[in-house]
């Protein structure tokens, strides 16, 4: 399939979609070991950026996190010099894990298995008798140190995210996602950062069918009771989504109301209960931070990056592969370093929307189950994506699919389908 963007390089796997419209999805896409197989190699190892780490997470040198792409283990340290590394979590030796802890700080980074130990930059330093014992033993003389590091990434950092590649190809990030997603990556993540809180759960479906969630608009109206309860999100209130470039990126963003307005529900045909409100409203006591009235913003970057902001509660989403039917799913919560004690309570306080047991995001941990589920044993079967038509093009209103659209479009570039 003729795509265009910056995922254009890659073998073609076998063609898995009935036809080049990216409005049909086959469901063995959700279920196909090796098709999962070679995800992990061809999108994860690919020409993409993929969502390591926040910076603020690592403000001392030698400050280390460990996290994954795809199912590899890997370490983001800060040296000495204050550069950001990144650098597989495997000991060149015999292939053991070197960082056990999530984070840290540490001057070397040593194996336990044998003490093989390594600089913050993932150079190897020293080996545990090296010169051997009483003469005997040893490494050989001619052995090389410089080769037998820990294996690197390219490392970039854009509005205190840090996105690791292992490919030369991968263009530099700002091109990558496109001008405009960067700038509102910067209206939202413009200012330094101060890491506030994690949550991880694991979700019981393919990562791809997290990723559709993530981009999927008009569901949160429908699905969200906490939305439909209280009257705060509806379709028709101002929005919009832009896609960025190759399709891999969006932002969907919307203007919505804190008022009871059930009449307005009613002429839509979406449910809600007319006498309902917050026993304690302050939880939307919001403040206007972007300038634009904007109360919802969700953004994704291809293929692991998710970014929310609900009022003022503010999260970062990485999308972990655990497996062809399970996905690992970490909310980082983040406010910025001038934020007074109140703000920081704020967000704190708004942060109960959003997460494993968030009052607007609990069902999404369960949605992308009930697909995973029901396509079990489904073959050449297809879903449809045709909300908005079968383009791939920003768009005024949120009642489409063409950010998932975008996704597909930047999947099957990167997988060569």
Request: net charge negative; charged share 20%; proline share 4%.
């Amino acid at each position: 399939m003729a795509m265009d963007g910056p995922f254009d390089n890659q073998t073609a796997a076998p063609t898995r979609f009935p036809s080049e419209k990216l409005t049909e999805i086959p469901y063995d896409l959700y279920t196909d070991e090796g098709l999962y197989r070679q995800e992990l190699e061809t999108i994860y190892r690919g020409p993409v950026w993929n969502y390591l780490a926040l910076a603020c997470e690592l403000p001392e040198p030698g400050d280390y996190v460990t996290t994954y792409i795809g199912e590899t283990p890997v370490i983001v340290t800060r040296d000495r010099d204050g550069q950001i590394h990144a650098m597989e979590n495997r000991c060149a030796h015999r292939g053991a894990l070197v960082c056990l802890k999530r984070r840290g700080n540490a001057k070397l980074l040593t194996c336990v298995y044998h003490s093989w130990t390594y600089r913050l930059d993932g150079s190897l330093r020293g080996v545990a008798f090296e010169n051997g014992v009483g003469g005997e033993g040893g490494l050989p003389d001619d052995f090389d140190k410089q080769a037998h590091g820990l294996k690197q990434l390219r490392v970039t950092e854009f509005c205190g995210l840090i996105f690791g590649s292992y490919s030369d190809a991968t263009l530099d990030f700002e091109t990558y996602i496109g001008p405009e997603i960067a700038a509102h990556m910067r209206n939202i993540l413009g200012k330094p950062l101060k890491f506030l809180g994690r949550n991880v759960q694991v979700l019981p479906n393919n990562w791809k069918i997290y990723n559709e969630n993530l981009r999927d608009s008009y569901h949160a109206s429908l699905l969200h009771t906490f939305f439909n309860t209280f009257k705060l999100n509806r379709l028709s209130q101002e929005g919009g989504i832009i896609v960025g470039t190759g399709g891999g990126s969006h932002i969907s963003y919307g203007k919505s109301s804190t008022g009871y307005d059930h009449d307005a529900y009613k002429e839509e045909g979406i449910h809600s209960l007319k006498d309902m409100q917050l026993q304690d409203p302050t939880l939307l006591d919001a403040v206007d931070e972007s300038g634009e009235g904007m109360t919802t913003r969700i953004m994704s970057v291809f293929p692991t990056f998710g970014l929310q902001c609900h009022y003022n509660s503010i999260a970062v989403r990485q999308v972990l592969p655990k497996g062809v039917g399970e996905t690992e799913l970490v909310w980082n919560h983040v406010g910025y370093q001038d934020d007074d004690a109140e703000m920081d309570q704020r967000r704190l306080k708004q942060s109960n929307l959003v997460g494993p047991a968030g009052y607007i995001s609990m069902e999404d941990g369960c949605i992308g189950g009930f697909v995973q589920k029901a396509i079990q044993g489904v073959h050449g079967e297809i879903g449809v994506v045709p909300m908005g038509g079968e383009t791939v093009e920003s768009t005024k209103g949120r009642a489409t699919e063409v950010s998932i659209r975008g996704f597909w479009k930047a999947y099957r570039a990167v997988m060569g389908v």
